[in-house]
């Protein structure tokens, strides 16, 4: 295999394992929070915490060095419209990243306490998890948006 092809394949698949960990994480955190078991929330959100440590942040990684790799690869300008689309979309669902995963700690390290105490939540705990939330929602855009530029890859 060509290293072209190579590098496709990798950044293939870590995006699909970036888009899906991100997905999969939220979907718990989010039933596990509507469920104010606060067992479940304190399991869940550690596994969360867990699986961006060993999932999303190599493939954060991984696909900058593997897109930037491809496109040169290609002969593709960085100005390319939909290519710097995409990283401008990349970077800025980075930028909602960074605070969720500081959130998740947090979140996490309160629902432990709160579950070996046998007490409720903290208020601090339901404020991050509208944040942790609300920073969600566009950063998933956003990253549904690089995956349609980079299929389809539009003429703007």
């Not at 060509?2 to 990798?10: A, D, E, G, N, P």
């Amino acid at each position: 295999m060509s290293l072209y092809l190579t590098l496709k394949w990798i950044h293939i698949l870590s995006s699909v394992v970036l888009v899906g960990t991100g997905f999969g994480s939220a979907y718990y955190m989010f039933f596990a929070n509507r469920s104010r078991d606060v067992g479940a929330q304190a399991l869940v959100s550690t596994l969360v915490v867990r699986a961006d440590w060993w999932f999303t942040t190599p493939t954060v990684i991984i696909q900058p060095a593997t897109g930037f790799a491809l496109a040169y690869l290609a002969g593709l300008p960085f100005n390319t419209p939909w290519l710097a689309i995409s990283i401008a979309l990349f970077v800025f669902a980075g930028a909602c990243w960074l605070p969720v995963v500081w959130l998740q700690i947090r979140m996490a390290a309160m629902s432990r306490d709160a579950a070996q105490a046998g007490t409720e939540l903290p208020d601090a705990y339901w404020r991050f998890a509208r944040w942790w939330e609300w920073l969600g929602y566009p950063a998933f855009a956003a990253m549904l948006a690089v995956f349609y530029l980079m299929v389809v890859k539009p003429v703007l």
